[in-house]
């Protein structure tokens, strides 16, 4: 869930994640039932929720959960009252970062945030001081397993996609946010499942760090930022090999 950085050591990664996927579910399904209770419970008329949902079974989220986050933004008893935030900074080294949150408190999230950034090396900054530096995009992976590059960029540009980015062990398939539904759906058409399938914000352009202080923190405060509960997605412009 970290952004651009997401397509590095993907096996890595995963295998982290497995290690907190009751967090990582309760995450997703705040996301799902915020996007139903804002937009409406049917997600062919509600884009919101249908990427919320996209997101979830990516993570294998199982089907009873993503309705029950559902059937929640349509039940009575949903007192919750959350909000999205997005927190804007910069890591070590000049590193770009954009956090967002979903949050019931922002007199305790705000603070909570800040003193990540201060921890870590960086600096939490005023909203919009590094926005600019991204582009919101539409991003799904594909696995390489068995694909024909040539062939499968083919497919998925014919399909709609801007481009298609070779990320090691997977294809990135980046799209405009209002194409990224149809291009999803041609790319299912085609057998295709997803590993990573979500509306992101790719940096126009990347820092690298090459002292090993700004590394370690940089990784600390992405580690520690996703793991805050109420943050859903962490952005940044981080140059990784």
Not at 105 to 130: M, S, Y
Not at 166 to 180: K, L, M, Q, S, V
Not at 182 to 189: I, P, S, T, Y
Request: include cysteine; charged fraction near 35%.
């Amino acid at each position: 869930m970290s952004g651009h950085s997401k397509w590095n050591n993907i096996k890595n990664k995963k295998g982290k994640e497995d290690a907190r996927r009751g967090k990582i579910f309760t995450k997703l399904a705040r996301q799902i039932t915020v996007a139903a209770k804002e937009g409406g419970l049917d997600p062919d008329y509600n884009p919101s929720l249908k990427v919320a949902i996209d997101k979830a079974k990516a993570e294998n989220m199982p089907n009873d959960n993503i309705e029950r986050a559902i059937a929640k933004a349509g039940g009575g008893d949903n007192d919750d009252n959350f909000e999205e935030i997005v927190y804007e900074g910069y890591g070590p080294g000049g590193v770009a970062v954009m956090v967002h949150c979903l949050t019931d408190n922002r007199n305790r999230t705000a603070p909570e945030i800040r003193h990540l950034f201060d921890k870590f090396a960086g600096n939490l900054g005023q909203p919009g001081c590094v926005s600019f530096m991204f582009d919101k995009k539409g991003s799904l992976g594909v696995l390489k397993e068995g694909l024909d590059e040539d062939e499968f960029t083919l497919i998925a540009i014919d399909a709609g996609a801007e481009d298609v980015v070779d990320r090691g062990e997977a294809f990135e398939i980046i799209t405009e946010p209002e194409d990224y539904h149809n291009v999803r759906k041609a790319l299912e058409d085609e057998g295709h499942s997803f590993i990573e399938s979500d509306i992101t914000y790719i940096p126009q352009t990347e820092t690298a760090l090459d002292d090993e202080d700004d590394i370690k923190n940089m990784e600390k405060l992405i580690d520690a930022l996703e793991d805050n509960d109420d943050v859903t997605d962490v952005f940044t412009s981080w140059e990784r090999d």
